[in-house]
């Protein structure tokens, strides 16, 4: 077993634990972060978990990011316009993503205010209306062209819209559909689901996620 499947693992069971105890198992909305996770996660581990994200010939020239208790720092520049770090819709997810040249300019720069936000102290129950309001400024733009974000890694663990629980991610590519909802691709949702479903429904950052089968 790799080094990088071990510290999943042990975060894995940790998050089992928790839910286990009733401790916000559902992804923690005004919570604390408690648990270091992705933070406490040395360096170099954090850049692996990115990289597993995309095919090597995309990993290995792409920008990487890693998050610090400051947020994210860059720690290589890339060659390809891709960017690879671990994100963290709740502070108990772990999501390695690498957004295409596009995304990069895009939907990537308010994922890493997202981090900056917590990194400043901001209420997690209060992060998604700041990012709604830097976008409505003007301060973030949705995608302006196609193209994708590899989420390739099995090593991802995701909160689930219908379940409400974070659960291990199938391997999947996510489409910028900015605004789109889930009527737009025929009603599907969750992870769970074979067809094409919407992320984040009716906002600038949507994506439509194509599960990727062996």
């Known amino acids: 077993m790799s080094r990088l499947t071990n510290v999943v693992t042990a975060v894995t069971v940790v998050l089992a634990l928790r839910g286990a105890a009733g401790v916000e198992a559902q992804g923690t909305v005004g919570g604390r972060d408690t648990l270091p996770l992705l933070a ?16 090597a010939q995309v990993s290995e020239q792409a920008t990487v990011y890693v998050l610090t208790p400051r947020g994210y720092i860059k720690v290589r520049e ?26 990069s300019t895009s939907t990537l720069q308010a994922r890493l205010y997202r981090e900056e936000l917590r990194a400043s102290g901001v209420p997690e129950d209060k992060i998604e209306s700041r990012i709604d309001e830097a976008y409505k400024a003007g301060r973030f733009l949705a995608p302006r062209k196609p193209g994708l974000v590899y989420m390739l890694s099995t090593h991802a663990r995701v909160f689930d819209p219908v379940t409400k629980t974070i659960i291990p991610a199938p391997p999947h590519l996510m489409f910028y559909a900015p605004h789109a909802t889930q009527k737009d691709v025929g009603g599907f949702s969750g992870y769970a689901q074979l067809p094409p479903f919407v992320l984040n429904e009716g906002r600038p950052d949507a994506y439509m996620i194509i599960i990727v089968r062996p």
């Open 40 to 55: 406490g996660m040395p360096r170099e581990q954090q850049i692996r978990l990115a990289m597993s994200a995309a095919p």
């Open 78 to 103: 890339g060659t390809n316009g891709f960017s690879c770090l671990v994100e963290r819709q709740f502070l108990e997810t772990l999501e390695p993503q690498c957004y295409d040249a596009e995304g």
